[in-house]
């Protein structure tokens, strides 16, 4: 089994930044991808970013690209999202994600951490 803990949500003011962080235990050899995705109130979860295993690729929902930044430590088995110039519509809860290698889907999810900006 995978275990995810996010850490670093908050509140912050509308053009500020936060990072948030994604540990990962147990089994690492069963994912590869890894993502963050958030749900706001009403709404359904809603993918924001990714990265490939070796870190070299990454992908981001037009909503956040420029703006967002991730990456991934392998040695300290950690994921990262840097949030820059954040608007009160970032307001969600984020989860971070690994995708299972075997079904190719995002199978493993960490708890949620709250990220709130004010305006």
Do not use: H
């Not at 235990?25 to 709404?43: C, D, L, T, V, Y």
């Not at 924001?48 to 037009?62: E, I, M, N």
């Amino acid at each position: 089994q995978v275990q995810l803990v996010e850490s670093g949500g908050g509140l912050v003011q509308a053009g500020g930044s936060l990072t948030l962080t994604c540990a990962a235990s147990g089994n690492i050899a069963s994912f590869n991808a890894m993502g963050w995705f958030r749900q706001a109130p009403g709404k359904e979860r809603a993918f924001v970013a990714s990265v490939t295993s070796d870190a070299k690729t990454t992908f981001y929902a037009a909503s956040v690209k420029g703006r967002f930044a991730i990456s991934r430590d392998n040695a300290k088995n950690t994921m990262y999202l840097q949030m820059n110039s954040l608007k009160p519509e970032d307001t969600a809860v984020y989860y971070c994600a690994a995708m299972r290698i075997d079904t190719g889907d995002f199978d493993f999810w960490g708890q949620g951490t709250q990220v709130t900006v004010s305006s």
